[in-house]
């Protein structure tokens, strides 16, 4: 039976998801809050499987297929027939627990719910879900379509099957899951994040130039991309917020953000999603 999933967010992970479960045969509604932002998401989509038609990865039949089980809008009954909705709007919890509220309200008793949240409690937004006990933290990496791992998080109220179901959902779009015990950042930004607001903290005191940092860390870690390339992937805003939440959630100054990022973020130069982070695009 063809799973149907939707997604809330239509920007970076929001439309990565939606690919990702695309490819994966999925029937996918992901929708925003405007139908601008909708449609921007499904021709990044439409652009990225056009590309895998180029290298020949997929027949262009393929793509056009994939695209058939693909909508998008801004109403909310687009989600009222899925499976599983996954919620990836913006790293701020009030602003996620309003979505989730909203959702749980729209869809099914037996929907599961997930929140891709990088850094926040699935227990505090648990609270802003019907029946909490299906809700669960299911955090994809980006690029969502190449990366393959995904971090299972449950909150204190998430009943064993939704653990279940979604690392089952995970499996069936091609990714390995990892059960996490809920913690600021989980496991892998808490240890990549620091990385990445420490090369910022080397650029801030002139230490090296952007450029030699990445060199260092590939060349003398045998890293596949620099810390502060990834940044600029990541997005400054999202690294800077992931901060702030470990800077708050610990009270540890070793996660005390680096200023340089939230100049960046008041500039608006977020990475390679604006054309402009620690290096051009």
Do not use: W
Not at 253 to 280: A, H, I
């Amino acid at each position: 039976m063809t799973v149907r999933l939707g997604v809330v967010g239509a920007g970076t992970m929001g439309r990565g998801i939606a690919e990702a479960g695309l490819v994966s045969g999925f029937d996918v509604a992901i929708i925003d809050v405007s139908n601008q932002l909708a449609n921007g998401a499904y021709r990044a989509v439409e652009k990225s499987l056009a590309r895998g038609v180029d290298r020949g990865r997929i027949s262009s039949d393929m793509k056009d297929a994939m695209l058939s089980k693909l909508t998008y809008g801004s109403d909310d009954s687009l989600l009222t027939d899925r499976d599983a909705v996954i919620e990836a709007v913006y790293e701020d919890m009030a602003v996620k627990r309003a979505v989730l509220e909203r959702v749980s309200g729209i869809v099914s008793p037996d929907t599961l719910i997930g929140s891709n949240t990088s850094s926040l409690s699935i227990t505090t937004m648990s609270q802003s879900v019907s029946d909490p006990g299906r809700f669960v933290g299911v955090h994809f990496f980006n690029p969502v379509p190449v990366m393959k791992l995904v971090e299972i998080v449950p909150g204190d109220m998430t009943s064993e099957d939704a653990v279940a179901r979604g690392k089952a959902l995970a499996e069936k779009m091609g990714k390995t899951p990892v059960l996490v015990r809920e913690s600021p950042g989980f496991v892998v930004n808490r240890l990549l994040c620091p990385l990445m607001n420490e090369a910022a903290y080397l650029v801030m005191e002139k230490v090296a130039s952007p450029s030699d940092i990445d060199a260092a860390m590939k060349l003398g870690a045998n890293h596949p991309i620099g810390p502060l390339a990834l940044a600029d992937l990541v997005g400054i805003d999202v690294l800077y917020a992931i901060m702030n939440t470990l800077y708050t959630e610990f009270a540890d100054p070793k996660y005390r953000p680096c200023p340089l990022l939230m100049e960046m973020v008041n500039d608006g130069r977020l990475g390679k999603k604006t054309g402009q982070g620690f290096f051009s695009y």
